[in-house]
């Protein structure tokens, strides 16, 4: 079952983070532990054998809820937790949910598209750019990818002036 993460548990987290994403995708140690006293930002984990296995870091918008980051620890990887985690996440929501990926180009990024496919996601076409979220990171390319429905064009743009306005302002 997914909990609220412990203020304790946030090393550990952070390890997982810098082992499942680029290091232009998250935050440095500090800004991302900073961002457990925002109001709208929450980190949902999962526990195996006592172990946080994976984890949702998401943002409760007006309209939709962001994915910022989903990963599962490397060891519990293949076996279906990753999509017992979003399902289970996903029947929990009320609103639409949002999360970006890397441009479906290679092979990682395409399976990381169907991936979120395979769970009920769609791939919208409009291009995104995640700035750069700290001195010496790059900008990404990105694409969102949005549940249970594609994103009409005004929601896309309404979801992208909210994320530039309230999650990207924390850089």
């Known amino acids: ?4 993460l412990h203020d304790e548990q946030f090393d550990e987290l952070f390890q997982i983070i810098e082992q499942s ?10 800004s991302q532990r900073a961002l457990l006293s925002q109001p709208h930002y929450r980190i949902f984990a999962y526990e195996k054998d006592r172990e946080l296995a994976g984890f949702l870091a998401t ?4 309209e939709f809820i962001f994915i910022e980051h989903f990963a599962v620890k490397e060891r519990f990887r293949n076996g279906g937790l ?4 979003l399902q289970d996440f996903l029947k929990q929501q ?6 970006e990926i890397e441009l479906p180009e290679e092979e990682l990024e395409k399976r990381r598209a169907n991936f ?3 769970n009920g996601f769609n791939l919208n076409p409009w291009s995104y750019v995640q700035p750069a979220l700290a001195k010496g990171q790059s900008p990404v390319p990105l694409v969102i990818m949005s549940y249970p429905e594609p ?3 005004q929601q896309f743009q309404s979801f992208k002036d909210w994320v530039y306005t309230n999650v990207y302002s924390f850089i």
């Open 21 to 30: 994403f680029p290091i232009d995708e998250y935050r440095p140690y500090e």
């Open 1 to 4: 079952m997914l909990k609220v």
């Open 82 to 85: 990753g999509s017992k985690l």
């Open 94 to 99: 009320r609103k639409p949910v949002v999360l």
């Open 116 to 118: 979120y496919k395979r």
């Open 59 to 62: 943002w409760e918008g007006p």
């Open 151 to 153: 994103l009409q064009v």
